[in-house]
DNA sequence: AACTAATACAACCGCATTCGA
DNA sequence: GTCGAATGCGGTTGTATTAGT
C-alpha cells in the first residue's frame, strides 16, 4: 500500500482558501470527507483545528479585552482547565487561545512573583496565587457560591460586549478584505477539486448539511468569478 | 546592526467520548 | 451490545515576532 502523503505544518493562504470554500459548501462536519473532497493533504483532524482556531469566521481578533480576562481567570478559578467550557462562554473565542493566554499569563505571573521575592522577602500577595493552585483535576466548584460567580460573570460580559463593539475585527471581514484583494489574482489557482473524490460522495452527505449548502452558495461566487 | 530572551500564536499528538453501522 | 471511525479536548511543542541589550 502506498501511504499517501500527509502534509504538516503552518497553512498556506491557498490552503485556508480551499478550506473555507469547502467548509462552506459542506458544513464544519465531517472533517476528513471534507479533508478528501477538497484535495488538501492534511487530516480531517487538522482541517478541523484550523477551522475552529482560525478561519470560523465567528472568531474574533486581537488582543483579549481586560474584561475578557477577567472572565478568564473568573471561569478558571470555576472551572480549572476546562478549556472548552471557558470558550463557551467568551464568543469569539477558543479554547486555544484561551490555553495560550493562560499559559503566558501563569508564566509571567510566576515570575513577577519570583522578582518580588527577590525584591523583598514578605510573602507573596497575589491576587491569582490561589488559581495557580487550581489544577486541571480539581476545578473550584463551590455550588454555594456559584450563583454570586455567574452573576460576576454576566457582569463581566456586559462590559465586554460593549467593548466589542468598538473593536471586532470578525473573519467576515478579514476575508470580504481577501476577497476584494485577491479576486483576481486567484482566479488562477481556484482549488482544484479532487476529481474522483467526488464520484463517493454520498446523498445523505447532501442531506445531513443541505442548509449549509443552500444557505452558503451565494457566498463563494468569488470563487467561481 | 546583531544577537538573545521573552512572548504570542499556531499546530500536532494522544486520549476520551460520541456516533453510526 | 459491540466495534470502528469520527470528533472533541487538553497538553505540549514548534515557530514567528517583538523587546531588550
Known amino acids: 500500500m502506498v501511504q499517501e502523503e500527509v502534509r504538516k505544518g503552518p497553512w498556506t493562504e491557498q490552503e485556508d482558501l480551499q478550506l473555507v470554500f469547502y ?6 462536519r465531517r472533517w476528513d470527507f471534507l479533508a478528501k473532497v477538497s484535495g488538501l493533504k492534511r487530516s480531517g483532524k487538522s482541517c478541523r483545528l484550523r477551522w475552529v482556531n482560525y478561519l470560523n469566521p465567528g472568531l474574533k481578533r486581537g488582543k483579549m479585552t481586560p474584561h475578557e480576562e477577567q472572565l478568564v481567570l473568573q471561569l478558571h478559578s470555576k472551572y480549572g ?33 519570583k522578582k518580588n521575592n ?29 450563583q454570586n460567580e455567574l452573576l460576576q460573570v454576566v457582569e463581566a460580559n456586559k462590559t465586554y460586549e460593549e467593548d466589542q463593539n468598538m473593536m471586532v475585527y470578525s473573519m467576515d471581514e478579514i476575508w470580504k478584505e481577501v476577497e476584494s484583494s485577491q479576486e483576481i489574482e486567484t482566479r488562477n489557482d481556484l482549488p482544484v477539486m479532487a476529481s474522483n473524490t467526488w464520484d463517493y460522495c454520498p446523498d445523505s452527505l447532501w442531506m445531513t448539511h443541505d442548509h449549509y449548502y443552500y444557505d452558503n452558495t451565494q457566498d463563494f461566487s ?4
Open 23 to 28: 467548509v462552506k459548501m459542506f458544513g464544519d
Open 81 to 113: 482547565n476546562r478549556w472548552s467550557k471557558i470558550a463557551g462562554k467568551l464568543p469569539g473565542r477558543t479554547d486555544n487561545e484561551i490555553k495560550n493566554y493562560w499559559r503566558t499569563h501563569m508564566r509571567k505571573l510566576a515570575q513577577d512573583e
Open 118 to 146: 527577590k525584591a523583598s522577602i514578605s510573602p507573596s500577595s497575589s491576587n491569582f496565587s490561589n488559581c495557580s493552585s487550581s489544577s486541571a483535576n480539581s476545578p473550584a466548584v463551590d455550588s454555594s457560591t456559584e
Open 222 to 225: 468569488f470563487f467561481t468569478g
